[in-house]
Every structure is written in structure tokens, then in C-alpha cells.
């Protein structure tokens, strides 16, 4: 970090423009309103090289920030600050002030940057959010889909433990596309077939047109789903280990850990050693308390959730399948918790646990071990397929495409 700042450029970042300003320590201020493109970025990075500006600053606004990071860290520093904590010092707001704020901020060491990850890191973290995005879209349209059944009455949850698995998809597809309860029946896997009498019974049970229709609509979206999400998954898998091989298979030797959460947690941490310890990660993940101080009494509140969502929701997946597994001094760590603090917040202790233990063990180069017996079954691998290279032409009609259906306009609001 540069000892001294004598002059700063703060940056208050738009989708289509952003605003500059130029603030050096005689007091002389430059504003500047550039277009957020090619020729914007270009300009502002002209600009700051010319006025010898030491440090540029900006928050951490959506992903708007990262061409301009990007164009300007070989030239200068570019500090990334935590939009949450720069915006505690002020309650002005106006473009030109937020960015002669951020100057200021800068200019006298205030800012605390972010982490920013390598660029194809960032590419591969986007493959594990839009995972995220996508199964949160197909559990609401699995919930709609048990809403359209209820009225009905057609109770398939009483006959099949996932009536999205394989035979579930089998009924719902068949009551939905007009097939007879043979043909259904038929089409069930022989372990399915041995509850015949009542899956009969059931599918006896005509449900109406309207639910038909809309079931049929849901079940295409979810089968859509699923072939997008396993296409993004070929992507993580091929890049979590062609790049962070051993990583994968430390993580995976942890209780409750899979391949997807392992991938997830690298994809959200990044490089474990940018933490001094476990507690400063499991801080940096937002799954430590708020603590409050008043007359020398401490009292613990509620997680910070300061850090990424993404990882904060597989950190709990594996909290809660740790805590099913047997023989494990995870899961023995779970229940005292549990009779201490109830279930809920034993959890979240158990996933602030497993990020510390994950912290120790990718550091020290170490796999899981654990003294009280427990043995992790091997986990069957990916096998690495070639990604998908697409073209200048072909990329330019994806962009098109997009455009085209957001040029469309949506009946409601004409």
C-alpha cells in the first residue's frame, strides 16, 4: 500500500455512466461524468495517468465495477471498498458527492478493500451463482407445482418419498399428458410397481383440465431446469478440477461435504490463505455474531451475513448433513449445541465449525481425520468433458437474442 496519498479519484459507479472526482490533499477538486464503455473507462484511465492520481476508489456496486478494475489495476491501485461500510460515514446523496466522498475516503486511508478474485475465478464463481439462481427457480416451481396438486387432492407425497424423482416425473407426466393408469403403471420401475394398488386408487382420482395444463407447463420448466443446471455443472467440475485438484479432494474428506459443496466453498473463498485464521474466514463468511458491548457486559446477536450468500447456504447444507452422520465428532459437536441452543442455532454453529476445520486442513495440505471412527465412502468423480467454445458469431447472436427478448414487451403493462 502506497505510504502516502497526495492525490485521489473516487468513483460513484452507474449500469450506463459513472462520476469522477479528482481530490488531492491542496484541496483541489476535478469532476468528471464519463460513459460506463470502452471509451468512458478509456478516457477515465487517460485522465487519472495524467493527473498522477496515487489511488483510484470505488464501491463494491454490483459487478459494474469490474471492467474498470480490470482496465486500471495494471497502471495504479484500485481499491474496492465494501459498500456497506463506506456508506456509514455519510447520509449525503448525490453522484458528485459520493465520488468526492470516496476521494476523501481514499485519500486518507479510509477505505478497506475487498478481496477480488483472478478473472477467470470470477468467471468460475458466476457458473456456481447461476447454479444457485437456477435451483432456487426449480424449487419454486416444484412448490407450484404441489400447490396445483393439493386443491386436487391428489396426494402422490403418500405413495413416493420425491414425487419429482424418476417414477414421480413418470405419474406426473402421464396424468398430465392424458395417459391411462396402465400405461402409467407400466412405466414405473419394478421397487415402484409393488405399491400398484395404490397408485392405482390414486390416479383413479381425475384431476381437472386447469390443472392438467398448468402441471404439464411446470414439468417442461423443471426438465429445462435440469438440463441447464447439469450443463453448469459440467463447467464447474471441469474447472474445480483442472485447477483446484487438491483442494476438491481435502474438502471432500470432510463429513457432509460432496463434490458440489466442495466446488462451491473454492468458488466462494477463493485462495484460503488471503485468511490468518479460521475465525477471520468464518468472519469474512458472515457466520460469526454481532456483538454488543454495554457496561462491560457482552451480548451476542445475530449472524453478520456480511459475506457471500451463496456460501453462507452451502455452508448450512453441509452443517445439516454432517449433522446426520454417524460416528462423527461433527455430529457429536452438533447435538451439545443442540441441547444448549435449540436446533436451529446449532447448525449455524456447526457450519461456522466445519469453515474453520476447512481452513486448517486446505492450509496445512491435511485431509479429514477422525478419531471417533467415522469413515467418509468414496465419492464417485466427474469425469472432465471439453467446454463448450463458442464462436465471435455465435456470441454475438446470444447477445442478440437477449436483446430481442428484452425489446419484448410484457402484455401486462401495455
Keep these: ?108 486511508k479510509m477505505v478497506q478493500p475487498s478481496r477480488i478474485f483472478p478473472k477467470d475465478h470470477r468467471g468460475f464463481r458466476s457458473y456456481v451463482r447461476l447454479r444457485f439462481t437456477l435451483v432456487q427457480k426449480r424449487t419454486d416451481l416444484k412448490n407450484e407445482a404441489h400447490s396445483i396438486l393439493a386443491p386436487e387432492m391428489f396426494n402422490l407425497k403418500d405413495v413416493l418419498t420425491d414425487i419429482f424423482g424418476k417414477n414421480g416425473r413418470i405419474i406426473l407426466s402421464g396424468i398430465s399428458s392424458g395417459k391411462t393408469v396402465d400405461q402409467i403403471i407400466a412405466s414405473l420401475s419394478p421397487n415402484v410397481r409393488k405399491k400398484s394398488e395404490q397408485i392405482r386408487e390414486l390416479l383413479n382420482r381425475e384431476i381437472s383440465q386447469s390443472a392438467a395444463f398448468r402441471l404439464q407447463i411446470c414439468l417442461k420448466l423443471i426438465q429445462h431446469l435440469d438440463d441447464e443446471i447439469e450443463a453448469l455443472e459440467k463447467e464447474i467440475f471441469n474447472y474445480a478440477y483442472k485447477k483446484h485438484k487438491r483442494e476438491m479432494e481435502i474438502l471432500m474428506s470432510v463429513p457432509g461435504i460432496g463434490e458440489l459443496g466442495a466446488a462451491t466453498l473454492i468458488a ?60 462423527s465428532r461433527l455430529k457429536e459437536f ?49 469425469k472432465i468433458v471439453e467446454t463448450e467454445i463458442f464462436s465471435v458469431d455465435e456470441r454475438i447472436k446470444i447477445i442478440s437474442e437477449i436483446f430481442a427478448i428484452m425489446g419484448k414487451k410484457d402484455p401486462e403493462s401495455t
Design 1 to 108: 500500500m502506497i505510504e502516502v496519498i497526495n492525490k485521489a479519484c473516487g468513483l460513484d459507479i452507474h449500469k450506463l455512466f459513472f462520476i469522477a472526482t479528482i481530490l488531492s490533499r491542496s484541496g483541489e477538486k476535478l469532476h468528471k461524468r464519463l460513459n460506463r464503455d470502452e471509451d468512458g473507462i478509456l478516457s477515465l484511465k487517460d485522465w487519472v495517468i495524467s493527473e498522477k492520481c496515487d489511488v483510484v476508489a470505488c464501491e463494491s456496486t454490483s459487478d459494474f465495477w469490474i471492467p474498470i478494475h480490470d482496465s486500471l489495476i495494471k497502471h495504479l491501485p484500485v481499491i474496492v471498498g465494501n459498500a456497506r461500510d463506506m456508506k456509514a460515514f455519510t447520509h449525503k446523496k448525490t453522484d458528485k458527492i459520493d465520488s468526492e466522498f470516496i476521494a476523501q475516503l481514499a485519500l486518507n
Design 334 to 382: 452438533f447435538n451439545r449445541k443442540k441441547k444448549a441452543i435449540g436446533h436451529a442455532k446449532a447448525i449455524i454453529a456447526l457450519a461456522r465449525k466445519i469453515a474453520t476445520i476447512i481452513w486448517h486442513l486446505v492450509i496445512n495440505d491435511e485431509m479429514y481425520e477422525d478419531e471417533t471412527g467415522y469413515k467418509k465412502g468414496e465419492i464417485q468423480k466427474r
Design 268 to 327: 466462494e473463498i477463493g485462495d484460503f490463505k488471503d485468511f490468518s485464521s479460521g475465525n477471520k474466514l468464518s468472519s469474512w463468511l458472515g457466520i460469526v455474531p454481532n456483538v454488543y458491548q454495554s457496561a462491560d457486559k457482552y451480548y451476542n446477536g445475530r449472524i453478520t451475513k456480511r459475506g457471500s450468500k451463496v456460501a453462507r447456504w452451502i455452508l448450512t447444507q453441509i452443517a445439516q448433513a454432517a449433522a446426520r452422520k454417524k460416528n
